[in-house]
């Protein structure tokens, strides 16, 4: 994981989804983002939520159908 502070376009690289991806789901508030004037930056510590939020969301076990 990059350092540095990372725009929408650079994240969506990062991730392997499009642009159009992070910036929905940044609005929504699944990914933690940092506003700075107008624009919008995640760092380090924007992506390491989102990544112990994909975790934790894998650990939860499925619920049993029946």
Do not use: N
Not at 10 to 21: D, H, I, N, P, S
Not at 48 to 64: D, N, S, T
Request: glycine share 6%; aromatic share 6%; charged share 20%.
């Amino acid at each position: 994981m990059s350092t540095a502070w990372m725009t929408p376009a650079e994240l969506a690289a990062e991730l392997g989804q499009t642009e159009r991806w992070v910036v929905t789901h940044m609005r929504t508030g699944d990914i933690p983002s940092v506003k700075v004037g107008r624009a919008r930056y995640f760092t380090p510590e924007c992506r390491a939520a989102l990544v112990a939020r994909q975790i934790a969301e894998a650990a939860i076990p499925a619920k049993q159908v029946g």
